[in-house]
């Protein structure tokens, strides 16, 4: 089956630190794109940031509401990409999502494969 | 940032209607190489969402043809040619044509 799985939320005081993973079965993932979308309770989407393949330097880029505290990496030996939150604030409250972009030059290109979430909260 | 502007924000539906949402954004999604990077995603209640049109107009895998995607450049348009019950939600339009990536505030659809 394919699917991703976040794990690693849960409560965390203001300027704490948490580390997510998405781990994905069921197709190549060493070939994917991973990014990381949030949602606060009752709002909208809000991307986050994402991280390429090898072949791509693994190049990574972010919100500017994240920038300079979160870092997103992969072990693709492992099937996994990772979020770091560093710094947390309240505001990082949040179910945070990761999704597999997949592309295909001049056919396709989407978000196609999410996970279930993991809830982070921050609250003192 | 590209702004993404969806309305209306809430929409009661009545079933075997059809529906319509539609979506701006602050800059033309149009890349070069001719595709349009506008994709339309439905979260439906306690679900991680779920991609519906990618590319402006393309049906993803599995969506009623019910479904469609249209518009160019800024203005952007999904439509449901007869809603049913199962296609409440919220519906999301999103650009990746540059970072950050952004979304519409999403279009919550009720039926009556």
């Known amino acids: 089956e394919v699917q991703l799985v976040e794990s690693g939320g849960g409560l965390v005081q203001p300027g704490g630190s948490l580390k997510l993973s998405c781990t994905a079965s069921?197709?190549?993932?060493?070939?994917?794109?991973v990014d990381w979308v949030r949602q606060a309770s009752g709002k909208g989407l809000e991307w986050v940031g994402r991280i390429r393949r090898k072949a791509d330097n693994f190049a990574p880029a972010y919100a500017p509401s994240v920038s300079g505290r979160f870092t997103i990496s992969r072990d693709d030996s492992q099937n996994t990409a990772y979020l770091q939150m560093n710094s947390l604030k309240t505001e990082d409250t949040a179910m945070y999502y990761c999704?597999?972009?997949?592309?295909?030059?001049?056919?396709?290109?989407?978000?196609?494969?999410w996970g279930q979430g993991t809830m982070v909260t921050v609250s003192s | 940032d590209i702004v993404m502007t969806q309305f209306p924000l809430s929409l009661p539906v009545t079933p075997g209607e059809p529906a319509s949402i539609s979506c701006r954004s602050s800059?033309?999604?149009?890349?070069?190489?001719?595709?349009?990077?506008l994709h339309w995603y439905l979260q439906k209640p306690g679900q991680s969402p779920q991609l519906l049109i990618y590319?402006?107009?393309n049906r993803a895998s599995g969506v009623p043809d019910r479904f469609s995607g249209s518009g160019s450049g800024t203005d952007f348009t999904l439509r449901i040619s007869r809603v049913e019950a199962e296609d409440t939600g919220v519906y999301y339009c999103m650009q990746t044509l540059q970072t950050p990536l952004t979304f519409g505030g999403g279009t919550k659809m009720e039926i009556k």
């Open positions: 590319l402006g107009s």
């Open positions: 999704t597999r972009r997949r592309i295909v030059p001049g056919l396709f290109d989407a978000f196609d494969i």
């Open positions: 800059q033309s999604l149009l890349h070069r190489n001719g595709f349009t990077y």
């Open positions: 069921g197709f190549i993932f060493s070939d994917s794109i």
